[in-house]
């Protein structure tokens, strides 16, 4: 394992090497920047300079800067250079400008000098609380916030007891957060405590006393218990909210204590925290609980479980799972199925070799999802059984539980069901099984065999399951079904190919499309091949050359059109070539004319090639609608 | 001392062995005490929301979130009246009334005080402000994603939300959709053996400074241009980006990694055990960038060479064995003895129903989401870090702890963009 200080340290010197050399380029081109914002350059031009000079802005780009900063239209583009510039020039420049800025623009330099932290601002933020501009006010207030040197950290205080409105709270929470970040836990509590007693507005007072809980860690226990027997919700809410970032035994065993005291609606919150929290020790509660009156109370212990439960819970929670109540059983089901635990497991099996009636379906359902493999007998038992809903949940949890060794009697059942709805559900667990089989290639020629004898109607479902499944013997079983001579079969076989899910499907498809002349399955076989082509992630060269392909195997305008539009999702210089190709063919024209200009709309890079695209187009005059949209790509090329 | 900032630093991260171990979750039921006698949910167990941002993917989101019982939405705000108006219409049809009010200016719905949570689905460009300015008000949040669009903005929100005790639930839902949750178990279970290569489908990072040409600017109560730039750089007014062609301008979208990698490097970060993390060090190839975490897992980003899967695919790789999967549900695994771990999920695709259930939950019982803001904020970081790998086109080092590219100062640069006055974290 490489450590990060080893990485970091190599990296460092590569990307200094690289530095070093580019210094000068970026010398010159920081010069070059100099002179638009110098000239009489466009706004949008000068604004592009300030942006490059965020990142490669030297010492001598400041006073240029800086003279910006009043500027009507260009004060933001010199902030947007100069904030990102770790030069104290620029926080000298920024604590000047706040002597002669107004409005927007002061608050604008205000905003940045609290990003940098300037500690040396304070004094003149601090004379800023008094404006009479209240965005000011707030900025400064923001400001010193960032700063919180203690200096800010008192005048902030000082202020809250005159005006404890929004900003001035906010100023207070976050010079907290930085006293903390800066070791300096007393003091920030203090300040969340002058805050949370303060006339700041509610929801303030309310995140004060979450963050002065949590920066009392363990001794934040008392304060959080005052918050949960107290008769403010949103306060026992934020304090359920701090026990879950303080997890200790201590915390679990103070929500516990809470579980009598407390009303029905707020029992249940704890419950879900001590869940949350996996507060083993909370597990007698929790069974407790689901007897409780209260359904949300139910639902919480229930959910809570989930959690910590253990195999001494699956007999309270079947019972729960096959009551009336259907709200309590939906929620004890779904614990069933997510509780963790091959005891869990063994306890479902020996239920379900009781064949209670009336937990049977959901017992095999359980067997299913939880894929308890010794089940398996079992399942293939309830498989016969002569009711419906039994005899479906079993197949289904058979296909999510059998191995190899018993595929061959899934495929029989499938053959030999008569119900359409049965073949279904059986099918379906067919293909679930065979996708989960270590052996893909072998199963599928097993399985294909099986199938080989079958009536024609079940080549459907036998080429359904090669597409789910997948791989090279499943789709070479499937291309051969294309050539089949019965048309039913070449029906579904073309149907699946163009559903197919990996872009391995694209030369056989493109090949059938070559080969199998006329009629409706020539045409799927080039919409598949398009479909590859449009949806699928691949190298755009690859991409490219498959579109060229399409174009030249396509008998029909209909799917060379589909085929131009693909390229429009894929804009590159190549795909914009490719559709000027066909700009000369009259029924193709006006198609590949919109997509080159879709395209060209979407190129971040100027070329000679778009531009004699746009060109050639404009001159065709096609469609007048495409006028301004091409003067508009000419004009963002520089033309 | 130390025990105490231990404790107040311990930051909501994911309860990451409870979200991958329940890949068969179930519906959740509603507590029937919930229910008044009409069958409508009792005022006190109601989740009174709002929405900020009813484009597409917004009135998507306001649709599902409409079909909770335990929901009662009461606003819609968006910068363009049509949008709003259509939500509003929206929501009044499904509660049969004319209750739903708009709103142009997001702090009028957020000083609302009977509004307990905010859907945030604006623009990229203002989803770190906007869950800022309500977490600041004391809502809870679920914010589509991407959630940031630098280093320096994915840690302030995370920031915020933990300084106001809000449960925030980012838009990567694939965190609560069961192949993914399945891939992750089998990676974090050893299922794979030693997990070493975890890939992540992004697309092409590009992004552009160009702008669109001006049009005439409508009115403000039509469509608020100034309020929908927000933090980013004022440009003229082009009617194409108001309805949706904003992505792949850098004032407005982080990119291609950032597009995809929302869902699929948070996804990896998991697989990885490393919500609390980023990698170490990144290198630009192509359209891709490889990076390494501490632990020496490899994280693959890249666009191409993907089995098929279907979109965000991710895939995890062990020396025993890997498994691959994406927004189709399907799932590939490897070597044969794997397949046994396969499962069939109907309740598959991209449906974000049980990401928002579980925030509903969370919001009424305090718990912590799979997406909270630490966790999403981590995952972005690495995003944004590899997008200034890439656009730098050299390796970098990264350290986690303090966010910074060690002893590169161009890369440090461009952790954070400044946000256009007068707003502010």
Request: proline fraction near 3%; hydrophobic fraction near 40%.
């Amino acid at each position: 394992m490489l450590s990060t200080q080893r990485v970091i340290a190599a990296t460092c010197f590569l990307s200094t090497v690289c530095f070093l050399s580019q210094i000068t380029h970026a010398a010159d081109e920081a010069t070059k920047l100099h002179s638009i914002l110098k000239s009489d350059a466009s706004i949008r031009e000068k604004g592009v300079a300030c942006k490059r000079l965020a990142v490669i802005g030297r010492k001598e780009s400041i006073p240029i800067l800086a003279e910006l900063l009043s500027h009507d239209q260009l004060s933001h583009s010199a902030r947007f250079a100069l904030e990102a510039m770790p030069n104290a020039a620029v926080d000298r420049v920024f604590r000047e400008s706040l002597k002669t800025l107004k409005r927007t623009q002061l608050v604008g330099v205000i905003n940045s000098i609290g990003l940098r932290k300037d500690t040396e601002a304070d004094s003149r933020l601090i004379e800023l609380l008094d404006s009479s501009d209240s965005q000011v006010e707030a900025a400064a207030s923001a400001a010193l916030a960032q700063i919180a040197n203690e200096q800010s950290v008192v005048a902030i205080l000082q202020r809250l007891k005159s005006k404890a409105d929004t900003a001035i709270a906010d100023a207070c929470l976050t010079c907290a957060e930085r006293l903390m970040a800066s070791n300096q836990s007393d003091r920030a509590i203090e300040v969340y405590d002058v805050l949370r007693q303060s006339d700041a507005p509610k929801h303030i007072r309310v995140a004060a006393t979450y963050s002065a809980i949590r920066a009392r860690g363990s001794s934040g226990l008392s304060l959080l218990r005052e918050q949960l027997q107290g008769d403010d919700d949103e306060l026992f809410a934020i304090a359920l909210q701090a026990a879950r970032d303080l997890p200790n035994d201590d915390v679990s065993a103070a929500l516990t204590a809470e579980i009598d005291q407390q009303a029905a609606d707020r029992k249940a919150l704890l419950i879900t925290a001590l869940g949350d929290l996996r507060a083993n020790a909370a597990l007698p509660k929790l069974r407790d609980s689901v007897k409780a009156d209260s359904p949300a109370v139910r639902i919480a212990a229930i959910r809570g479980l989930r959690q910590i439960g253990t195999s001494e819970d699956v007999e309270l929670l079947l019972a729960v799972a096959t009551s009336d109540d259907e709200a309590t059983a939906e929620a004890a089901r779904k614990t069933l199925k997510d509780l963790s635990g091959a005891t869990i497991d063994e306890a479902i099996a020996e239920e379900l070799a009781e064949k209670d009636s009336k937990r049977y379906d959901l017992l095999i359902e359980l067997a299913g999802s939880r894929r308890i493999a010794s089940t398996v007998p079992m399942l293939f038992a309830a498989a016969e059984s002569r009711v419906e809903s039994t005899r479906f949940a079993a197949v289904r949890a058979l296909g999510e539980t059998i191995i190899s060794n018993d595929l061959d009697k899934l495929v029989q059942r499938v053959l030999a069901v008569e119900s359409s709805e049965e073949r279904a559900v059986t099918a379906a667990a067919l293909t679930a099984a065979c996708i989960r089989m270590a052996d893909r290639e072998g199963t599928v020629e097993k399985v294909a065999a099986r199938f080989s004898q079958a009536p024609t109607e079940m080549r459907s479902v036998l080429f359904e399951l090669m597409r789910d499944v997948g791989g090279d013997a499943a789709l070479k079983r499937t291309v051969a079904g294309a050539h089949d001579p019965r048309d039913a079969v070449r029906d579904a076989a073309t149907r699946v190919l163009g559903e197919w899910s990996t872009a391995d499907v694209a030369p056989e498809l493109l090949k059938l499309a070559q080969t199998l002349k006329g009629g409706k399955y020539q045409i799927r076989a080039m919409r598949g091949y398009i479909r590859v082509i449009r949806q699928f992630g691949l190298p755009l060269d690859e991409r490219v050359a498959m579109s060229r392909q399409a174009l030249r195997a396509a008998e029909r305008n209909d799917e060379k059109i589909l085929v131009l539009h693909a390229l429009l999702r894929f804009p590159a210089e190549e795909s914009l070539a490719l559709s000027m190709d066909h700009f000369g063919d009259s029924g193709l024209k006006r198609t590949a004319a919109h997509v080159a200009v879709g395209i060209a709309e979407r190129l971040p890079v100027k070329s000679a090639q778009t531009v004699e695209a746009m060109q050639r187009i404009q001159s065709s005059g096609i469609d007048p609608r495409l006028e301004s949209r091409i003067k508009a790509v000419l004009t963002k090329l520089g033309i | 001392m130390s025990n105490n900032q231990s404790a107040h630093s311990r930051r909501r991260f994911l309860k990451s062995a409870v979200a991958a171990s329940a890949v068969f979750a179930t519906p959740h039921i509603i507590p029937s005490s919930a229910l008044g006698k009409d069958g409508a949910v009792a005022p006190s167990e109601r989740i009174v929301m709002g929405a900020i941002g009813v484009g597409g993917r917004g009135s998507y989101d306001l649709g599902i979130f409409l079909q909770r019982p335990e929901v009662q939405f009461v606003g819609i705000c968006d910068t363009q009246a049509d949008r709003r108006n259509k939500a509003k219409k929206t929501v009044d049809e499904k509660y049969a009334s004319q209750d739903c009010k708009t709103y142009s200016d997001m702090f009028e719905i957020l000083a609302r005080d009977d509004v307990d949570a905010m859907l945030i689905a604006t623009g990229d460009r203002w989803h770190t402000l906007a869950s800022i300015i309500a977490a600041k008000a004391g809502k809870d949040i679920y914010c589509e994603k991407p959630l940031s669009l630098t280093i320096a903005e994915s840690r302030a929100l995370a920031d915020a939300i933990e300084r106001y005790g809000r449960v925030y639930q980012a838009g990567t839902q694939r965190r609560n959709i069961r192949n993914f949750m399945l891939a992750i178990e089998l990676a974090q279970s050893g299922k794979l053996g030693k997990l070493h290569t975890v890939h992540a489908n992004t697309l092409a990072p590009a992004t552009t400074h160009d702008c669109l040409p001006a049009e005439p600017e409508p009115v403000k109560d039509v469509v608020d241009w100034d309020r929908w730039l927000g933090p980013t750089p004022w440009r003229p007014y082009n009617s194409l980006y108001v309805q949706g062609r904003w992505r792949g301008y850098f004032d407005f979208h982080g990119g291609g990694i950032l597009e995809w990698g929302s869902h699929t490097i948070d996804l990896c970060q998991w697989a990885n055990s490393a919500d609390d993390t980023t990698p170490v060090h990144f290198e630009p190839r192509g359209n891709s960038v490889v990076a390494r975490y501490a632990n020496g897992v490899k994280l693959v980003m890249r666009d191409t060479g993907w089995l098929g899967m279907g979109t965000c695919s991710v895939r995890f790789e062990g020396d025993e064995g890997f498994v691959e999967t994406g927004d189709s549900g399907k799932m590939q695994l490897g070597p044969g003895k794997l397949r046994q771990e396969h499962r069939v999920f109907t309740d598959v695709g991209t449906d974000p129903t049980s990401h928002i259930r579980e925030f509903l939950r969370c919001v009424k019982s305090r718990g912590v989401t799979a997406a909270n803001a630490n966790v999403a904020a981590q995952s972005h970081v690495a995003a944004h870090a590899a997008y200034v790998a890439w656009q730098l086109g050299r390796p970098l080092a990264f350290d986690p702890v303090k966010e910074e590219f060690p002893g590169d100062e161009e890369a440090n640069r461009m952790r954070s963009r400044a946000w256009r006055e007068p707003w502010r974290v």
